[in-house]
């Protein structure tokens, strides 16, 4: 059967309002305006773009844009296994997530410095935040629209400030409801050489996980899998929405889980049927 997702109906069904009263003469100009001025305020406020019912329903474009301060430039090269791109762990782990659909989805995902931005040193310890939304709120170029998802991944030196207290295990963070997502350099310096580049895609990859919507975090739960006890995270332990995968102290193991295989997919099939199953 034909299914229209309920931000589809609310679309047509505003849209032909709109085209009504445009070509309904004796309507004065102003009311028409006044329900364009509607259905957008309606889109604004009511369907965010940057919503997991807008990534899986009307977006077909994925664009990931990241920034970093001197210094702290993210991990760039090749893997000595199979010769790929370091950052191709992240549009692989999302090829996957958009994976079986009905309809295709693009992603640009910067592998090289040139394709990434330096912005200045922000000369912080401590992030709170609100001083990472500020941050995105000053360099991130694009933002989202019903067709293309536009991510902000910005790396800095310091670390999240926890109550006051400097987190030296948390890796990186999203902050929910936006698509934006820090990783603190400082802490994936902690990392031997041989790991940091996977240290640094897995928390990337968890973090996009979670600002599209998992786990229950807005994309519904397939299959009971949800590790309550600890958030918004999978139960699976091999999964990129494990819990421990957000923190320094306890990813090692899984890190390098990942380091001698070339395939590097690492949403398990509970998540992958959660997207594959979402149908807003």
């Not at 970093?68 to 782990?93: C, H, K, M, Q, R």
């Not at 519904?220 to 958030?231: E, R, V, Y």
């Given at each position: 059967m034909f299914r229209i997702s309920?931000?589809?109906?609310?679309?047509?069904?505003?849209?032909?309002?709109?085209?009504?009263?445009?070509?309904?003469?004796?309507?004065?100009?102003?009311?028409?305006?006044?329900?364009?001025?509607?259905?957008?305020?309606?889109?604004?406020?009511?369907?965010?773009?940057?919503?997991?019912?807008?990534?899986?329903?009307?977006?077909?474009?994925?664009?990931?844009?990241?920034?970093?301060?001197?210094?702290?430039?993210?991990?760039?090269?090749?893997?000595?296994?199979?010769?790929?791109?370091?950052?191709?762990?992240?549009?692989?782990?999302l090829k996957a997530i958009f994976a079986d659909r009905g309809y295709s989805v693009g992603f640009s995902i910067p592998s090289s410095l040139s394709n990434m931005k330096s912005i200045p040193s922000q000369n912080r310890s401590l992030w709170s935040i609100s001083d990472i939304l500020a941050l995105s709120a000053k360099y991130q170029s694009q933002k989202s629209d019903y067709a293309t998802a536009r991510f902000f991944l910005v790396l800095v030196h310091g670390y999240y400030n926890d109550n006051g207290t400097a987190s030296q295990s948390t890796i990186g963070l999203n902050i929910s409801g936006t698509p934006v997502t820090v990783v603190f350099k400082d802490v994936v310096d902690t990392f031997s050489t041989t790991t940091r580049p996977i240290a640094e895609q897995v928390t990337v990859i968890h973090e996009i996980g979670h600002a599209l919507g998992f786990v229950n975090?807005?994309?519904?739960?397939?299959?009971?899998?949800?590790?309550?006890?600890?958030?918004?995270?999978?139960?699976?332990t091999k999964c990129a929405m494990y819990y421990q995968v957000e923190s320094q102290n306890s990813i090692v193991n899984f890190v390098q889980s990942y380091i001698n295989k070339t395939d590097k997919i690492m949403f398990q099939s509970e998540c992958l049927d959660d997207a594959k199953n979402y149908k807003p």
């Open positions: 309920n931000l589809t109906q609310t679309i047509v069904i505003l849209s032909l309002l709109i085209s009504f009263f445009a070509n309904c003469r004796k309507e004065p100009e102003r009311k028409n305006e006044g329900l364009g001025i509607l259905l957008l305020y309606y889109l604004r406020n009511h369907q965010n773009p940057d919503s997991p019912s807008v990534y899986f329903s009307t977006v077909r474009q994925l664009n990931l844009e990241v920034a970093y301060e001197p210094g702290a430039e993210p991990e760039i090269g090749n893997f000595t296994l199979g010769g790929s791109s370091y950052w191709s762990v992240t549009e692989d782990n975090g807005g994309v519904p739960l397939s299959t009971m899998h949800q590790d309550t006890a600890n958030g918004k995270h999978c139960s699976n």
